[in-house]
């Protein structure tokens, strides 16, 4: 890959806002040359005198300072454009950057920050952006021992845990995963369940861990089992997304749809997943 096969934004849009800008304020500036020429030939050269004239140098004065508010607006204006495109050009470096880490054996490399740029989401709340930096770089280093897609590790903590605020025990069990079989620590929280006769809420056991590490670690043990092959090789987050919810992880009828809709893509987790 290189950076030609990278694909970047297109910016002519502020180009043209710029440029009308600034045709407006040239227009200006015409036309406020043209009043002064005509203030000149009006008052100056003795064409009004007395009160007339007074009175025409006042409205001058007026329009002149009418003339030099708009001139303002309009450079402001011209401001807010071009610190917006430099912005938008700088995410986009960022991201095209990433995306040419992507070396040859398919390892994926952590870009310090990624995640405060507006490819998160321009409006999610700091303790969102937060938690997704904390997990990206132990997702992106599940991706490059499994294979499992970043956009699927992140979502699904931010999805379990309401980005890192509800976790049983210790509180670094993001991902939800229950006791069975376990014979680490263990702790105890109430959840809901989808069943045939509706959400039900019970009790449950679920895994403790120490570390966030240790729990994406556990996490990328359990998406190792035979009945989540599809999500290993899958080549998408669509993919990814509705093969772990065909491989039993949750039992909620809609949540391979809400992880793909409101989660990966409403904050753009994807922009770390390789391109296939």
């Given amino acids: ?28 500036e015409t036309t406020k040359e043209n009043i002064n020429k005509y203030k000149e030939s009006l008052c100056n050269d003795g064409v009004f005198k007395g009160p007339i004239s007074d009175s025409c140098e006042a409205a001058f004065l007026v329009i002149a300072d009418k003339f030099a508010l708009e001139t303002e607006n309009y450079s402001t204006i011209s401001s807010y454009l071009e610190q917006s495109k430099n912005r938008y050009l700088s995410s986009d470096e960022n991201a095209k950057q990433l995306y040419l880490s992507i070396k040859g054996d398919g390892k994926l490399q952590v870009t310090e920050g990624l995640a405060a740029t507006p490819y998160v989401n321009p409006n999610a709340e700091q303790y969102q952006v937060d938690f997704i930096n904390q ?59 989808d069943t045939s006769n509706g959400l039900v809420t019970i009790n449950a056991s679920f895994r403790d861990y120490d570390t966030l590490e240790a729990a994406v670690h556990d996490y990328g043990e359990v998406l190792s089992l035979e009945r989540y092959d599809a999500v290993r090789a899958a080549k998408d987050y669509k993919e990814a997304a509705h093969a772990v919810k065909a491989g039993g992880y949750a039992t909620g009828r809609n949540y391979d749809n809400s992880l793909i809709t409101d989660y990966i893509e409403a904050y753009n987790l994807n922009q770390w997943d390789p391109v296939k």
């Fill in 135 to 193: 997990i990206l770089p132990s997702a992106i280093a599940l991706y490059n021992e499994k294979g499992i897609l970043p956009s699927l590790t992140i979502g699904q903590a931010c999805k379990e845990s309401a980005f890192g605020t509800a976790k049983p025990g210790s509180g670094y069990n993001v991902f939800g995963i229950k006791a069975s079989g376990w014979t680490g620590k263990t702790a105890n929280a109430s959840t809901k369940e």
């Fill in 1 to 28: 890959m290189n950076s030609e096969e990278i694909k970047t934004g297109e910016y002519s849009n502020f180009d043209t806002g710029i440029s009308t800008i600034k045709s407006f304020n040239d227009s200006l």
